[in-house]
C-alpha cells in the first residue's frame, strides 16, 4: 500500500503517477524561471527525486517537501534507519500564496540565547515560513549590540527583576534577567537564516517602547518633563508614557543605530516599530511644543508622523524600505513605506487603499501570545482565546480589499508572538506551536473563505504526521489533549480579554 502523503502545508497539487517504493536517494535540481519565483515541482520515482524550483529558493521548499515524504528520519538531527523509506511516486506542483510568510519573536521582554534563535530558523524553513521579525528593542530591554553607543547592551540590556504574570498584586521573578546579541550574532543568525531562504527583518522600535534606551541614554527622553536620569529598564509590562524626545539629538541617535543595523542586515525591509506612543509627555514638554509650532505641524501625532516620515526618507536615500505597525499611518505617511497591520484589520485596508504595502498580522488572531485554549489550566492566559483553528481559519486579505485591485498591496501575513509570559524556550515552543503550523498553511497554501476551510482534514494530517514530525524535531507545543503537567503554571495570573468575534466575520 502506497504511504499516505500527509503534506503541511498543502501544496497546490499532488499527483500520484502509481506505486510507491523505497527511496533511491538521488536528489537532482535545477532552476526553471518560467515557474513562479518560490514555486517548485517536485516529482518522485524509482530513480529518486527531482527538484525543479523558479529559483534556487523555490527549490530550497520543494526539499522540505521531500523532507515530509522521507519520514520522521529527515526531522532527526541523525538518522536512525530503522526501516528503509518508502515512498510515494508522484509529482507535487506548488507555489506560496504570498510572499511575505512570516514569524515575529519579541526577544527584548525575555531575551532568547542565539542558539534557540537559530533553531527557530530551521522551525521556520521546514513550514515555508521565509520571514523572522526580531523585535530587539522595547521598554524590557535592548539586545542589539551598537558599537558607538555601549550603554544600550551595558546598561539597557538588563533589568534587576521582572514581573510573572499579569495578577495584581504584582509578582516577581527576583532574578536579574537580560542577554544580547553582539553584531557577529546576528551577523551569523542572518548567514543562517539565508541559508535557508529566510530574511530577518530587525526591529528598533521608536519613539514608543525605548525605556531601555533612555535608561542606557537619558538624554533621549523628555527630560524638561521627567527625571530621565532615574529611570530603569523596565521590570513590569503595559502601556508606558515614557517615550522618546522629538528632538534634533534623538534623530542623530537613532541614525547611529541605525547605520549599524544596516551593515548587520541586508534585507530590504527595516521595522522601526512606531506603535503605542503615548503623547502626554510630549503634550506637557516644552521642547516638543516648540520642535511642533517650528515645524508648522498640527498636533502630536503629526510630531510623530514627522518622526516617521524622517526614518522613511533617510532608509529610502539608503535603498531600503521602512516598515511599521499601522500607527504610523496616523498623520500620513511616506510613499514607500510599508504597514504591519496588528490591530483588526482597519489599518491594513486603510493602507493598502491608500497604495501602501501591507503585512496581516491582527492580534484579534494571530497573536500567539495569546492563550489557546479556554481552561485553568492553560499556563499564564492572556489575551484573546486563539485556539488552532481560529488560527486556521484567519483570513489574511481583509474582506473589504478581496477582489479589489488594492489585495495585491497584501505582500503577507505574520504571526507574532510577545513574551511577556513566554520566558523561555519551553514556553515560546508551547505558545507558538502548534499554532505556527496552522498559519504556515494560510500563509502559503490556496485556502477557499474561512467558513470552507477543511479544519478536519488538517487535524488529521497533524495527527497523522506532524506532531510526530515535531517530536522528531523536539519542539515542546501544545498537545492537542491540553498542556502537560509540566507545561502549568499554576499561581502565575494571566489577564484576559472578552472572546471577540472573528475578525473576517466582522470585518
Ligand atoms: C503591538 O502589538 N504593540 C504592535
Known amino acids: 500500500m502506497a504511504p499516505e502523503v500527509n503534506l503541511i502545508p498543502a501544496p497546490r497539487r499532488i499527483e500520484p503517477t502509481g506505486g510507491s517504493g523505497p527511496f533511491a536517494g538521488e536528489v537532482r535540481t535545477g532552476v526553471d524561471p518560467s515557474l513562479a519565483p518560490e514555486g517548485y515541482r517536485l516529482t518522485v520515482t524509482a530513480d529518486g527525486a527531482e527538484i525543479v524550483g523558479g529559483t534556487e529558493a523555490g527549490v530550497f521548499w520543494g526539499r522540505q517537501t521531500l523532507r515530509q515524504l522521507l519520514g520522521l528520519d529527515a526531522f532527526r538531527r541523525a538518522p536512525i534507519e530503522r526501516e528503509p523509506v518508502t515512498v ?21 521582554r525575555h531575551f532568547l540565547p542565539k542558539d534557540d534563535v537559530l533553531r527557530y530558523v530551521d522551525l521556520l524553513a521546514a513550514h515555508k515560513l521565509n520571514v523572522l521579525h526580531l523585535h530587539l528593542t522595547d521598554d524590557q530591554g535592548w539586545r542589539i549590540e551598537i558599537a558607538r553607543y555601549p550603554r544600550l547592551t551595558e546598561v539597557g540590556a538588563w533589568r534587576p527583576r521582572t514581573r510573572m504574570g499579569w495578577g495584581e498584586p504584582a509578582m516577581w521573578d527576583e532574578r536579574p534577567h537580560g542577554g544580547f546579541y553582539t553584531r557577529d550574532d546576528l551577523r551569523e543568525i542572518v548567514a543562517y537564516a539565508a541559508g535557508r531562504h529566510v530574511t530577518v527583518v530587525p526591529e528598533i522600535d521608536l519613539p514608543g517602547h525605548a525605556q531601555a534606551a533612555i535608561a542606557a541614554y537619558p538624554e533621549l527622553g523628555n527630560s524638561d518633563v521627567v527625571d530621565t536620569a532615574a529611570l530603569e529598564v523596565k521590570t513590569d509590562w503595559g502601556f508606558n508614557r515614557n517615550v522618546l524626545a522629538p528632538t534634533d539629538a534623538v534623530l542623530r541617535f537613532y541614525e547611529g543605530v541605525l547605520e549599524e543595523v544596516l551593515e548587520i542586515f541586508p534585507g530590504p525591509f527595516v521595522h522601526i516599530g512606531g506603535d503605542e506612543c503615548f503623547k502626554d509627555q510630549w503634550r506637557a514638554s516644552p521642547t516638543a511644543q516648540a520642535r511642533i509650532r517650528d515645524l508648522g505641524l498640527k498636533d502630536e501625532d503629526g510630531l510623530q508622523s514627522w518622526m516617521i516620515r524622517h526614518y522613511d526618507h533617510w532608509l529610502t536615500a539608503r535603498g531600503r524600505r521602512l516598515i511599521g505597525w499601522d500607527e504610523i499611518l496616523e498623520g500620513g505617511l511616506a510613499e514607500g513605506a510599508a504597514v504591519m497591520c496588528w490591530r483588526w484589520y482597519t489599518g491594513g485596508v486603510a493602507a493598502a487603499e491608500a497604495g501602501h504595502d501591507v503585512v496581516m498580522c491582527p492580534q484579534q488572531e494571530v497573536y500567539l501570545d495569546h492563550v489557546q485554549a479556554d481552561g485553568a489550566e492553560e499556563p499564564v492566559p492572556f489575551g484573546w482565546v486563539h485556539t488552532l483553528e481560529d488560527v486556521y481559519r484567519f483570513e489574511p486579505i481583509p474582506p473589504r480589499l478581496a477582489g479589489t485591485p488594492h ?74 489533549t491540553g498542556p502537560r503537567p509540566w507545561q502549568r503554571r499554576p499561581g502565575v495570573p494571566g489577564r484576559m480579554h472578552d472572546r471577540p468575534r472573528r475578525t473576517w466575520r466582522t470585518a
Open 88 to 108: 510515494p511516486y508522484l509529482i507535487v506542483e506548488d507555489a506560496p500564496r504570498f510572499g511575505w510568510r512570516g514569524f515575529m519573536l519579541d526577544v527584548a
Open 407 to 480: 489585495a495585491a498591496r497584501v505582500i503577507g501575513t505574520q504571526a507574532n508572538l510577545w513574551t511577556e509570559v513566554a520566558e523561555d524556550r519551553g514556553r515560546v515552543d508551547y505558545q507558538t506551536f502548534p499554532r505556527l503550523v496552522a498559519f504556515a498553511e494560510v500563509a502559503w497554501s490556496e485556502l477557499p473563505h474561512p467558513d470552507e476551510r477543511d479544519f478536519a482534514g488538517f487535524e488529521r494530517r497533524m495527527n497523522a504526521a506532524h506532531y510526530a514530525r515535531l517530536d522528531a524535531l523536539g519542539v515542546a507545543y501544545r498537545p492537542p
